[in-house]
């Protein structure tokens, strides 16, 4: 509310108060003061040009026009606000419902845009042929004419919105799309929608008078000043005030609305209101868990033969083609790969957030022994707001951030528990201090912005937290925190999933943090994976080239800072147009003719190491350094040569 005050003391803010308690205070009382008035007809002041007893002098039946023009106030602006009412209303519909509706809601984006091409005037005549003449026509005219504009910025609003990790997390934890648009994408977009829509009724005032004026708005005995402008304008000549004062009005209500509106935009604009929105009281009837994992059976979840596919440009884009892996109970396993590699679009394909056009198929896809591409849609929401959390890699954009952190994390427990909202917000507190967060019951009253990077990062375990997770997928948990607090939060994983048997999916670019945390090691590259080893191999038995080469990049302290650092050469393959063959050939030493025209298959040997390479563990002849004597160099040159 300072941001408020501030605003309310400048020029603008003044103005902005000041004519519209102007506008509110004569449609208020006008019509209490000179209702009766205006409408007594005097036969010897017929069209009477203006006078002290008649400022602006009278019509065609003696009515004084200046109290007209008063009490004509109420009855513009309830029409006006009456049609930005429909036109926020429709407008909303329509720009929710392509994220209602998913693949359906296609159809309703294109007719916005085709909508919004039209004039909003041109439309409004058209409505108003429809809908016929009069104020409930003039009305549903305007508003229907208004609500495409408003419809596409809803649109755009909830599209930038719904990609923010907070609406993931709470996807992850099982929250269906309307509770996500309610308690999660309109409070993050109604200011702007707020400060439209008051700009939008100076708009839809204009627009009334303007139907009005042309005969089709209000009709008599009934006026506005649309109304009054139409009756006013055959003596322009004579008594100009008889139209120009209505047209005066128009303005100063019109102004008075967009003032508003700036003035509202530039207080938001400084500081958010931040008020949380509350959840509902009432939970639907608990939905039965799914079954557990079978007595005996250790796998937390199997993926064979994953494939995701977007649509491309000439062809099917596959981020992520023929994945498969499994991880077991208590067990930690890494995905490392450079950016592209489909590593993230992995961990999302698993939680079912790759939305349309996306589209994820497997050969098998079993979480906790549930089919996860054909659950009903209910059981898989109990069962990943349940069973599985998420911790994205960007800990500013996890958090709602007009939500208190501790009602983030209750939302987890009043959904799928059905506890009450202080119970929930309790274990929350408590979740927060398993975390080890200092004073966890303060923190749970803050803010996402008032925490820093480490503890906003250490609140997005606690959510997972909130339930018992049988699975953690940490995609780059740590990317944005310095080494210190990289630590801790490793250290803390750790913690958790040895204390609870928590399996661990990490994925992360630096191989040395995976192969400290990881039990297991899964190196990707192009979408596939191209090696598949125990954590504590990776050091002396990586057989594929490109694990060597990501771990000749890592430097040691044994590394000779004289050199020039290690890099893997080249460019990462592009997911639209690989090759025939291995997508790693164009950078790899060992390549030949064979595998550029063939793709080798992951192929396990008799440890149950896994592998994809025509020369799995032949010596490398690589300019770049060794750690830990893993690759072997016969013929050292210079980086430069080997990229080009």
């Not at 439309?123 to 108003?128: N, R, V």
């Not at 063939?598 to 690589?622: F, K, N, S």
């Amino acid at each position: 509310m300072s941001a408020f005050r501030r605003v309310l003391r400048t020029p603008l803010g003044i103005a902005a108060v000041t004519l519209m308690a102007l506008v509110v205070l004569t449609a208020i009382f006008a019509p209490i003061i000179w209702g009766t008035r205006a409408d007594v007809v005097d036969t010897d002041n017929l069209l009477a040009p203006p006078s002290a007893a008649h400022p602006i002098g009278t019509d065609h039946l003696g009515r004084d026009l200046l109290m007209r023009v008063l009490v004509a106030t109420r009855l513009s602006l309830v029409l006006a606000l009456a049609a930005t009412i429909v036109s926020v209303i429709v407008g909303m519909i329509l720009g929710m419902a392509p994220y209602l509706l998913g693949r359906p809601g296609r159809a309703v984006t294109w007719f916005v845009g085709i909508a919004v091409a039209f004039p909003g005037l041109l439309l409004a005549l058209f409505f108003a042929i429809i809908f016929g003449a009069g104020w409930v026509g003039a009305v549903l005219a305007i508003g229907f004419a208004g609500a495409p504009a408003f419809a596409r910025l809803c649109q755009t609003l909830v599209a930038g919105v719904t990609e923010r990790d907070y609406v993931a997390a709470a996807r992850i934890g099982g929250v269906g799309r309307l509770p996500i648009l309610t308690r999660h994408i309109l409070p993050n977009i109604g200011e702007p929608l707020i400060i439209n829509a008051t700009i939008g009724a100076g708009g839809a005032l204009l627009a009334f008078a303007g139907l009005s004026f042309i005969g089709i708005g209000v009709q008599p005995p009934e006026y506005d000043w649309g109304r009054l402008m139409m009756e006013g304008l055959p003596r322009i000549y004579i008594n100009p005030l008889a139209a120009i004062a209505p047209g005066i009005a128009v303005v100063i209500a019109g102004l008075a609305f967009n003032l508003v509106g700036e003035a509202a935009a530039r207080a938001l604009g400084i500081e958010s209101s931040g008020v949380a929105p509350r959840l509902k009281k009432t939970r639907p009837a608990p939905i039965p868990a799914p079954s557990a994992v079978p007595s005996g059976a250790d796998v937390v979840l199997e993926v064979v033969n994953l494939r995701t596919t977007f649509p491309g440009a000439v062809s099917p884009v596959l981020p992520v083609r023929g994945v498969s892996f499994s991880i077991s109970r208590g067990e930690a396993v890494g995905i490392v790969g450079e950016s592209g590699s489909g590593k993230s679009v992995t961990a999302l394909s698993i939680a079912q957030l790759v939305q349309e056009p996306g589209q994820v198929s497997a050969d098998r896809l079993r979480f906790l022994d549930q089919d996860l591409l054909h659950i009903e849609p209910e059981r898989l929401r109990r069962l990943l707001g349940t069973s599985m959390a998420m911790v994205f890699q960007d800990p500013m954009t996890s958090f709602n951030p007009t939500k208190r952190m501790g009602r983030q994390l209750a939302e987890v427990a009043t959904e799928h528990q059905h506890l009450s909202r202080r119970d929930a917000l309790a274990k929350a507190v408590d979740r927060l201090g398993a975390v080890r967060l200092t004073d966890p019951a303060h923190r749970a009253s803050q803010y996402p912005h008032e925490f820093s990077g480490g503890m906003r990062q250490r609140a997005m375990i606690g959510m997972g937290l909130m339930s018992t997770p049988a699975l953690i997928i940490a995609d780059e948990p740590t990317t944005a925190l310095d080494v210190t607090v990289q630590k801790q939060v490793l250290d803390l994983l750790q913690s958790i999933r040895r204390r609870d048997g928590i399996a661990l999916l990490l994925i992360s670019h630096d191989v040395s943090v995976v192969a400290e945390i990881c039990d297991r090691v899964l190196v990707m590259y192009a979408g596939r994976i191209v090696e598949d080893l125990p954590s504590a191999d990776l050091a002396t038995a990586a057989r594929h080239p490109y694990t060597r080469a990501l771990l000749a990049a890592v430097p040691d302290m044994d590394t000779d800072v004289s050199e020039p650092l290690a890099t893997v050469p080249g460019r990462a393959a592009d997911p639209s147009q690989l090759p025939a063959g291995c997508a790693y050939a164009a950078r790899c030493p060992l390549a030949d003719d064979h595998c550029r025209a063939v793709d080798p298959d992951l192929v396990a040997d008799v440890t149950g190491r896994r592998v994809a390479c025509w020369h799995a563990g032949e010596p490398l002849q690589l300019g770049i350094p060794t750690i830990r004597g893993v690759i072997d160099i016969e013929d050292v040159v210079d980086i430069e040569e080997v990229i080009a």
